[in-house]
Nanobody, 115 residues
Framework: EVHLVESGGGLVEPGGSLRLSCAASGFTFSASYMTWIRQPPGKALERVAN????????YYADDVKGRFTISRDNTKSMLYLNLRSVKSEDAAMYYC????????RGQGTQVTVSS
């Protein structure tokens, strides 16, 4: 059973930084594409970034490109998302998911942007 636990969210000022983590279990993490998605208040889920199993290939949504960095540690079955130069529109509940199956996700971690 896929189990994902996100953490690291919190309150961040505009322009600030934050690191999100996702602990994965119940599947072969090292062989899986992983994705960060987010849901801003009142809006639909949207893809933020994903990363290939080996970690060498990544994708970023246009509005986070150059500011966010996705990474993984296959030895620990951990997925990360580094947020830099945070903007108000980055405020959302962030989830990690396996591949493209957005239906199976953890409880999420909330990112609030405020000065």
């Amino acid at each position: 059973e896929v189990h994902l636990v996100e953490s690291g969210g919190g309150l961040v000022e505009p322009g600030g930084s934050l690191r999100l983590s996702c602990a994965a279990s119940g599947f072969t993490f090292s062989a899986s594409y992983m994705t960060w998605i987010r849901q801003p208040p009142g809006k639909a889920l949207e893809r933020v970034a994903n990363i290939a199993p080996g970690g060498m290939t990544t994708y970023y949504a246009d509005d986070v490109k150059g500011r966010f960095t996705i990474s993984r540690d296959n030895t620990k079955s951990m997925l990360y998302l580094n947020l830099r130069s945070v903007k108000s529109e980055d405020a959302a509940m962030y989830y990690c998911v396996k591949g493209t199956n957005w239906a199976i996700r953890g409880q999420g971690t909330q990112v609030t942007v405020s000065s």
